[in-house]
């Protein structure tokens, strides 16, 4: 079993930063993927971006792509989210999770934090 612990959301106005971080319990933390999902009222759950295990590789969605860097630190069980640049549309729930796959779909992680608002103002 792997617990995670979303914090670093709140309000921020256009143009601000705001970093995410997601601490996991276990001492399997460095065997997942880890990811971030947003969810925005009366929308869908969406991928942000993922990074494996050891963090060789990560992939964004297309809307944050050079604004959003995910980064891990296994030592401390902590993966983060750094948004730079925000915009009102990037106002949302946003979510850790954690699977043995890489994958950009919601379906592969196992594991699901319980989320963290961020509100971008404009």
């Known amino acids: 079993q792997v617990q995670l612990v979303e914090s670093g959301g709140g309000l921020v106005q256009a143009g601000g930063s705001l970093r995410l971080s997601c601490v996991a319990s276990?001492?399997?933390?460095?065997?997942?993927?880890m990811c971030w999902f947003r969810q925005a009222p009366g929308k869908e759950r969406e991928f942000v971006a993922f990074?494996?295990?050891?963090?060789?590789?990560?992939d964004y969605a297309d809307s944050v792509q050079g604004r959003f860097t995910i980064s891990r630190d296994n030592a401390k069980n902590t993966v983060y989210l750094q948004m730079n640049n925000l915009k009102p549309e990037d106002t949302a729930v946003y979510y850790c999770?954690?699977?043995?796959?890489?994958?950009?779909?919601?379906?592969?992680?196992?594991?699901w934090g319980q989320g963290t608002q961020v509100t971008v103002s404009s």
């Open positions: 990074i494996t295990s050891l963090g060789i590789s990560t």
């Open positions: 276990g001492r399997t933390f460095s065997r997942y993927t």
């Open positions: 999770a954690a699977g043995p796959l890489t994958s950009r779909l919601r379906g592969r992680y196992d594991y």
